[in-house]
């Protein structure tokens, strides 16, 4: 097995030492470029993963007060300490790629192409949405951009991902699939399944495991007996890595080589992403269960503020450039939230009209009070 | 609070009709009281109080029919609580209940209003049951199908004796009912429209023709005959008889005792002790034929049938092949004279192996009688009459009488009857041989 | 026109169909080199290839996942459960995702495939291998569930399946593949969500789907010998379910008998007399009667196992019993 262990490669050796017991906040940047410019990315590349993580934030933010407003329901997960992680990642993947993720999907929506407007219609139930008001927070779809689904059971997006990449290799296609996941979900037995079908059958999927040390309320080490998640790939003999979640950079680079790779080769990987989750779970959970020192290392590694900072020290950004983009961004967030208000919300009589593709005789459309003769 | 139930005072029983109400609301009962008397599918009968108490309120007036545990009346100790609680819907007052306490009941005072509105409304209550009218209705137990085929043809389901399980009026059961009204009208027509519609019919019902209310023991009747005609494949042998030795000798028996203090014995007294003599003999037709089965009776019970206005009764004679021919006479008379007040108990209508029907008091010469179950055969007996016959090569005038057996023949067959129809004869016509 | 096993009509559409459509694909365990559990596939992998017939680990949520997810970029998968008992392992794939794609995206994707799989007990399977758990998918919108109980309707509703742009499960069962039937070679897909009256009569009306649905036709010729007139309904399409074909029977006869393989408590066959009370509640004469399984965890000793499982003997009792109820012939 000593082959298999080489096809493990971590990103770098520094991330090994993350899992140690200490969470000191000054322990954390491993993969910090420091005060050096990013490298290989041009000034606008790095200006506009600037922009994409200040609009994620912003977002994000706007719809957690949406919710406080009772104009989002349901569940809201939201990206808030995950901005680097999901535009490195976006930025990784072309148009044509396909994107399965988990329910913390509001940030890749918005990556991945979809107007910050649809997505914000789509919390607040709109016809407008990306799912015509019809999936919510946690299911998100646009067939145009290439996401082909949030989903809100844990792991169920696993399976879908393995298959969409069998139907390219079925076809000979050149696109690749992107398959997000957190690092609870490295449990099920889904992951395990797919892992080995993909491996098996040599299909074109990036497994990317979210690891914000927390599974809701349940850390990494209570729940996963090999807490270094991204060595679970050696059991399938995929070559999987960790990477900075916190370098946006960082993880565009470790993405952007597996994707490629899988595109060529059809060799599936698995990226495990580490960062922090700044709030709770959702919206609606005040994490309790954090102390206060990790909550503060949680702010501390703000990825937003401190590529801000990083960008300005390299002379890519100067602080009127930032704030230039921020205004915009906000301006984009508010435009968002107005279009949400302003759209139409679906009307009941088109409850019916996406249960079936095809419509077959005595499909029942029987509202609660009506008879059934 | 005590409530009185509907008792089930028969073996078939499954709803009573209240005939009277004996006590009336506040008396005071001590328990064994006789509290109304019930009319049930074969009699009426006195239903006594298991409790002391007072009337305090009455649930179903005289004349109603309801199924057997639905409470018809309720017990208190005097102040009425009992009333006030037991009644949803209703405050029970001392001043009502007193429903009808004349002969007329409500059942007789029904005709004349075919019943096609809802069953909870009983349009022909008798307007002094007042508080009745607040008490739910137990609903006839219906299929779906029937009522809508009652709804159709404007049969009312009070009047339908249900034949589905449980005592359920099925579809059958309506047709059967509406096909009867059908029937009866037909008959009193004296030239019937040509085509009738069922809308022509049922104003027809209003004016012409009054709908009788049967009595539980027609309603019985009527099933049990209906199922005995369908069911058992009846065959006939008639035989005459030369009840001339037999007139004479019910004279001399009468004439000694008489001087005895006896009871008189009527030919068909004797034609009972004959049948239960015959049928000693003959025990293949002392027999039953039920759910696939032949059963063979080891006594002799004879029942006797008695016309009453209400209907068919028939009393049974037990064991009367071991009974002298005035104990049958004497219990006969008794028996019948107690069917006529409805007085007769459920047992004393049940349990017979034969029966005997006797037409010839209305000079019917000869006739066929429908075999009454679970019974496998039944004597009609006609008048006796004078008739020329040849004797010897001689004219001679005896008296005869013809009589008929009707024979289940999936538990008799034809040379088993006429066996028994043989010995019968000769004894009728050797009548010593009768008492002997 | 000829006679061939139900087997053989799923084995020759199938083959069909992948001629005809280069997006249908075959997926499941042992369905190629060992040519399926039930022999169904026989002959396919040799024919068409390992890319049109895959072998799959036993990972059944893994595979029929995956099988989604092809279908949502436009294949047609068929995919083959070992038995129906196994597709529990992947129901969270089958009822939170195949049957969510197309509503809960708002239209914008759907998943085209067939789950073939087969229920029943009556083998000596025992209690893990001899379910009838139809129920579970028939009660979930977004999914379709057929059931054909001849090589004739097997043929017809396959081929109506792989026509559909949903997910199907398309139930099999045990005790029918070796059954014989006419399957004409020109036929056309059957509709899915109608039912089919397999025999007219009207005294009484019987209703099953799969092996009921012939033990019901069976039960139905013995009673016309004796002159009774027994209108049998095959379910064919449990979801959707054709509420108005039972009910017009039921408003014909009066009474009606249902025969299921599943559990009684809850079972499809509650579902069809709660509809027939629904819409045929005035004409009914007797109450709706139910012939369904013991409710036990099947088990393995044959007496016991014939003693749990209805039979045309149990629903010719149970026919004989209502049509007493409703005073037939009296």
Not at chain 1, 68 to 78: F, I, M, R
Not at chain 2, 45 to 72: H, N, R, S
Not at chain 2, 96 to 104: C, E, F, M, P
Not at chain 2, 218 to 232: D, F, G, I, N
Request: aromatic share 6%.
């Amino acid at each position: 097995m000593a082959e298999t262990a080489t096809r493990s490669k971590p990103a770098g050796s520094g991330s090994k030492g993350r899992r140690g017991g200490t969470r000191s906040g000054g322990s954390r940047g491993q993969q910090s470029q420091g005060k050096t410019a990013p490298r290989a990315e041009s000034p606008e590349t790095l200006r506009d993963y600037f922009r994409q993580m200040s609009l994620i934030r912003r977002f994000e933010e706007r719809a957690a007060q949406g919710y406080t407003q009772a104009k989002v329901g349901g569940y809201c997960h939201l990206n808030l300490g995950e901005e680097a992680t999901v535009v490195g990642l976006m930025s990784a993947l072309r148009r044509s790629d396909y994107l399965f993720t988990n329910y913390r999907e509001h940030g890749y929506a918005i990556a991945k192409g979809i107007e910050p407007g649809k997505v914000m219609a789509e919390l607040y139930g709109r016809t407008t949405g990306t799912s015509k008001g019809l999936g919510g927070s946690m299911h998100m779809f646009d067939t145009e951009v290439g996401l082909l689904g949030g989903y809100g059971i844990v792991g169920g997006q696993i399976p879908l991902a393995t298959g969409a990449a069998l139907a390219i290799d079925y076809r000979g296609g050149d696109e690749v699939v992107m398959c997000q996941m957190g690092d609870g979900t490295t449990n099920i037995g889904a992951f395990h399944e797919s892992m080995n079908i993909a491996a098996l059958w040599n299909l074109p999927v990036v497994f990317v495991v979210i690891n914000n040390y927390l599974g809701m309320g349940t850390t990494v080490e209570m729940s996963s007996a090999e807490s270094e998640l991204y060595k679970r790939a050696v059991a399938y003999r995929m070559h999987g890595e960790r990477v900075d979640g916190n370098d946006v950079v960082a993880v565009q680079e470790a993405a952007g080589r597996l994707v490629e790779h899988a595109r060529k080769t059809g060799e599936p990987a698995m990226l495990e992403a580490v960062s922090h989750r700044m709030k709770g779970h959702s919206v609606v959970d005040p994490a309790k269960y954090r102390n206060s020192e990790d909550a503060e290392a949680a702010r501390e590694a703000d990825p937003v503020a401190a590529f801000r900072e990083q960008l300005i020290s390299a002379d890519v950004l100067d602080e009127d450039g930032a704030a230039e983009i921020e205004r915009a961004v906000q301006a984009d967030v508010d435009a968002a939230v107005a279009f949400a208000d302003d759209s139409p919300h679906p009307d009941p009589a088109t409850l019916f009209d996406y249960t079936y593709a095809t419509p077959v005789a005595n499909d029942s459309r029987r509202l609660p009070a009506d008879p059934v003769f | 609070m005590t409530e009185i139930h509907m008792p089930r005072l028969s073996d078939t029983m499954e709803e009573g009709v209240i005939s009277t109400w004996r006590k009336q609301v506040g008396d005071k009962i001590n328990r064994g009281d006789v509290v109304a008397d019930i009319e049930t599918d074969k009699a009426v009968m006195e239903m006594e109080a298991y409790d002391d108490g007072v009337l305090e309120k009455i649930l179903i007036a005289e004349g109603e029919t309801v199924p057997i545990g639905v409470p018809i009346g309720i017990m208190g100790d005097g102040s009425g609580a009992a009333a006030a609680a037991g009644t949803s819907g209703t405050s029970g007052g001392d001043s009502d209940g007193a429903a009808g306490g004349s002969a007329t009941t409500a059942a007789s005072s029904e005709s004349g209003s075919p019943e096609t509105a809802s069953p909870g409304t009983a349009a022909s209550r008798p307007a002094a049951a007042t508080d009745s009218d607040a008490v739910p209705r137990e609903r006839p137990k219906a299929s779906p199908l029937a009522r809508a085929v009652a709804r159709e043809k404007g049969v009312d389901l009070s009047t339908v004796t249900g034949t589905g399980p449980g005592g359920r009026i099925i579809r059958v059961d309506i047709e059967a009912a509406a096909e009867a009204t059908t029937h009866t009208e037909s008959s009193q027509q004296s030239a019937p429209e040509p085509q009738r519609t069922e809308s022509s019919e049922s104003r027809q019902q209003g004016q012409d023709l009054e709908e009788i209310p049967l009595s539980n023991i027609r309603k019985v009747t009527a099933r049990r005959l209906t199922e005995s005609k369908q069911q058992a494949p009846h065959f006939y042998l008639t035989s005459a008889v030369d009840v001339t030795d037999l007139v004479s000798f019910r004279s001399d028996l009468n004439e000694r005792l008489q001087a005895s203090g006896g009871p008189k014995v009527s030919v068909n007294d004797l034609v009972v002790k004959a049948c239960a003599t015959a049928l000693r003999a003959n025990p293949s037709v002392n027999v039953s034929f039920r759910d696939e089965k032949l059963f063979q009776h080891n006594r002799v019970h004879l029942g006797v049938a008695v016309a009453l206005d209400s209907g068919l009764v028939v009393p049974v004679i037990p064991d009367a092949d071991r009974k002298s021919v005035s104990e049958i006479a004497a219990e006969g008379k008794e028996k019948a004279e107690r069917a006529r007040d409805g007085k007769l108990k459920p047992d004393e209508m049940s349990g017979s192996t034969f029966s005997v029907s006797n037409l010839g008091m209305f000079g019917i010469e000869e006739f066929s009688a429908v075999i009454n179950p679970p019974e496998a055969a039944i004597l009609a007996v006609g008048a006796t009459r004078e008739e020329v016959q040849v004797h010897d090569g001689e004219f001679v005038v005896r008296k005869m009488m013809r009589m008929t057996l009707s024979a289940d023949h999936r538990a008799v067959d034809g040379a088993v009857g006429a066996v028994f129809m043989q010995q019968l004869t000769s004894l009728l016509q050797d009548p010593i041989r009768i008492i002997a | 026109m000829a006679v061939i096993t139900y087997r053989q009509a799923l084995h020759d559409t199938l083959r069909e169909e992948m001629l005809s459509d280069e997006n249908v694909f075959l997926i499941g365990e042992e369905i190629g080199v060992f040519e399926g559990s039930y022999k169904i596939t026989a002959g396919l992998l040799e024919e068409f290839g390992e890319k049109r017939v895959r072998d799959t680990p036993i990972a059944e949520e893994g595979f029929v996942g995956a099988a989604v997810g092809a279908a949502m970029l436009g294949l047609r998968p068929v995919v083959e459960l070992m038995t129906i008992n196994f597709s529990l392992l992947a129901l969270d794939q089958i009822v939170n995702h195949a049957a969510k794609i197309y509503g809960m995206f708002g239209g914008q994707s759907n998943a085209p495939m067939v789950l073939r799989t087969p229920g029943g007990g009556g083998q000596q399977l025992g209690a893990t291998h001899s379910q009838n758990i139809e129920l579970y998918y028939a009660f979930v919108p977004g999914l379709k569930v057929v059931a054909p109980s001849t090589p004739a309707d097997a043929r017809a509703l396959l081929k109506a399946s792989l026509a559909d742009n949903d997910p199907v499960l398309f139930l099999e069962n045990l005790a029918l593949y070796n059954t014989k039937g006419e399957v004409p070679d020109d036929m056309p897909p059957a509709e899915i969500g109608k039912a089919g009256v397999t025999r007219t009569g009207s005294d009484i009306t019987i209703i099953g789907y799969s092996r009921m649905a012939t033990v019901a036709t069976q039960v139905a010729d013995q009673l016309g010998e004796e002159g009774i007139s027994a209108e049998v309904i095959d379910l064919r399409s449990l979801r959707p379910l054709d509420r108005e074909t039972l009910v017009e029977s039921v408003r014909k006869t009066g009474c009606a008998v249902i025969a299921e393989d599943d559990w009684l408590t809850y079972g499809i066959g509650a579902e069809i007399a709660a509809s027939i009370s629904d819409g045929a509640f005035d004409y009914l004469d007797a109450p709706v009667r139910r012939v369904a399984a013991a409710e036990v965890p099947l088990p393995y000793a044959k007496p016991l196992e014939r003693a749990a499982l209805p039979s045309a003997e149990s629903l010719n009792a149970a026919v004989r019993q209502t049509l007493d109820a409703v005073g037939h012939r009296r």
